[in-house]
T-cell receptor, first 113, second 111 residues
Framework: DGGITQSPKYLFRKEGQNVTLSCEQN?????MYWYRQDPGQGLRLIYY???????QKGDIAEGYSVSREKKESFPLTVTSAQKNPTAFYLC????????????FGEGSRLTVL | SQQGEEDPQALSIQEGENATMNCSYK?????LQWYRQNSGRGLVHLIL?????REKHSGRLRVTLDTSKKSSSLLITASRAADTASYFC???????????FGKGTLLTVNP
């Protein structure tokens, strides 16, 4: 079945540690996204990538980094520079350009201890 | 803020009733989309309406768009307990082509 796989589903991190969230898709989509969701809030865009080896900052990129070495993969690193990293992180992809229908993974919940 | 608003923030109804959720945005748009999110899960796309469309249907869903008022509504008819979820609108347009999400409406359908 085609889809987006995020891992891990739950992650705990100590302050000062970097963590990497995985996002893999087998939908053959060119564009991939990372969003952050805080309780009771909408989604805020962290980074997006339209094509392999290219990515752009979203609205809240500070403290995060990404890479896009393969079409299928778009990992997100939450660095120690992110002041408030506890959140629900969602990866998405689309074949419809920047404004097409998004397909989402099941999310990764990061908790900083 | 680029985010618009959705209202109500929360809505509780009985099974069989209709549910209406509203979304307002601040920029000119290319299209507007509605998504559903079950608690702790990813979002699922429901429907997309383009800026030159005024109404669109999909099963029990009806979406309207009024670009003059910069608003959209999602109507779920004959609701079921399984419709309990958060519903988000998202729009693209303005000075960029990224999707901007509203804060969502939490719908609870009581059996």
């Amino acid at each position: 079945d085609g889809g987006i796989t995020q891992s891990p589903k739950y992650l705990f991190r100590k302050e000062g540690q970097n963590v990497t969230l995985s996002c893999e898709q087998n939908l053959n989509h060119d564009a991939m996204y990372w969003y952050r969701q805080d309780p009771g809030q909408g989604l805020r865009l962290i980074y997006y990538s339209q094509i392999v080896n290219d990515f752009q900052k979203g609205d809240i990129a500070e403290g995060y980094s990404v890479s896009r070495e393969k079409k299928e993969s778009f990992p997100l690193t939450v660095t120690s520079a992110q002041k408030n990293p506890t959140a629900f992180y969602l990866c998405a992809s689309t074949s419809g350009g920047l404004t097409g229908e998004l397909f989402f993974g099941e999310g990764s919940r990061l908790t900083v201890l | 803020s680029q985010q618009g608003e959705e209202d109500p923030q929360a809505l509780s109804i009985q099974e069989g009733e209709n549910a209406t959720m509203n979304c307002s945005y601040k920029t000119s748009i290319n299209n507007l989309q509605w998504y559903r999110q079950n608690s702790g899960r990813g979002l699922v796309h429901l429907i997309l309406i383009r800026s030159n469309e005024r109404e669109k249907h999909s099963g029990r869903l009806r979406v309207t768009l009024d670009t003059s008022k910069k608003s959209s509504s999602l109507l779920i008819t004959a609701s079921r307990a399984a419709d309990t979820a958060s519903y988000f609108c998202a729009w693209s347009g303005g000075s960029n082509y990224k999707l901007t999400f509203g804060k969502g409406t939490l719908l609870t359908v009581n059996p």
